[in-house]
């Protein structure tokens, strides 16, 4: 009862990305309820007075969930599988099902099973990977933000920054409001890796039941917030039971996101950012801390408060609260190294990630600036040589017509004798040399070159 197992092995299906947990198998109803104390020390009871998550859909971005489950039974929409093969309710691991649970379970039969943080919310189960199992959380942000989604659950992480692919995908939810929450992962070292640090991705740590930091919640500048994470009772298929014991920041990313979607409910007009604002503005600082300022890379700002962040008064602030400014979809700026959060690998195998290719996407953004500022020089420069073509040619034609009216008589010289014939005004003899014969008007000039020939700006 006491021994911990580690999840089983994921194979290929997982890449470079862990799911944030072990586990053990539990027995008896009581235990399974009775177990449950992040809702003890939460009081869901009081809570749920508040905001039992009503209407909010939260995408569970995993390894499926079961939909057979008695806990999850009627809480489950339909999903989607980017590999098309409907694995988002067939899991062959347990994991998607507990964070599921954890997030919006009902438990059964009155006191038996479990019951998640927001019975009233429904679960949007999203398979994580493609038909060829690489990387398919990109596509899964996507869908979901699509698809109703108010916040997305990711308890997994890789190593590293993000890949293109997952930034912009991030940056297409967060510009259709939708709050990402995500695992900081379980090396109980530092950097984190993504999702949970890029800009925009609500970052989270566990803590145990004294409140104190679970001893391998991974740590840095990004981690915003702590919630339970040792020895966490969910629902799923271990070793014949039907609930597991289990450790990691993957339960405590559910955990985050469950009271998302309490305060989602409770305040539907609030952006993601002032959401994430409220659960920042009432975390609890941890006395471990002994008052020490916070943010605390290992805290962030402490450890989640559901009543509190419910019903404290508390200004709704800005748009984008203290999530990372982040980039518009289909924009080459992707999070630094350092300020990235759980997540997937880059994906090589995947074409237009911009692993292992000769040019990587943002360095086609910068090719490309470039050429334009070369392209709009030229322009200008044509420009200015046309009009200076124009000029010369204008002060031609004016110098042509000074010289040719200094040429002719003058209007009002020694008078002429008069002709015979009205009509002929010089009689028979010839016009004086240079006279204007017609009005005063000069001769056509001959037409200009083109200086460009006949092709124009070549």
Known sequence: MTLTRTMRALGATTLAA?????????????????GQWPNQQFDLDKVWSV????????????????????????????????????REKKPTVDHGTSMAAIIAAKGHGGNAGVVGMAPGAKILPIFKN????SDGIPEGIRWAADNGARVINLSQTSPGAASPRMND?????AAKDVLIIAGVGNDGSTPIGNPANVPGVLAVGAFDKT?????KSNYGPEVMLTAPGSEIVVAGDCSGSKYCSVNGTSPATAYVSGTAALLRAKFPNLTAGQIANRLVKSAKAPAALGG???????????????YEALTQDIPAGPEQGPLGKIAAPGGSASAPAATTSGGTAPDSSVAGTGAGDGVKSEDFSIVGKGLAVAAVVLLVLAGLFVVLIVVLVKGSKRRRAAAAASAAPAPYGYPQAQSPYPNQPYGHQPPPYGHQSYGGQQPPQPPQQNPYGSGGNQ
């Open 18 to 34: 862990g799911l944030l947990l072990s586990s053990a198998p539990l027995a008896s109803a009581d235990e399974v309820r009775d």
């Open 292 to 306: 020490a300022k916070l943010p605390d890379e290992r805290y962030g700002y402490g450890l989640i408060r559901p």
């Open 211 to 215: 409140g104190k930091i679970w001893a």
């Open 169 to 173: 995908a991030i940056a297409y939810a």
């Open 130 to 133: 493609t038909a060829a199992n």
């Open 51 to 86: 905001s039992r998550g009503d209407g909010v859909i939260v995408a569970v971005i995993d390894q499926g969930v079961d939909t057979t489950h008695p806990d999850l039974a009627g809480q489950v929409l339909p999903g989607y599988d980017p590999g098309g093969q409907g």
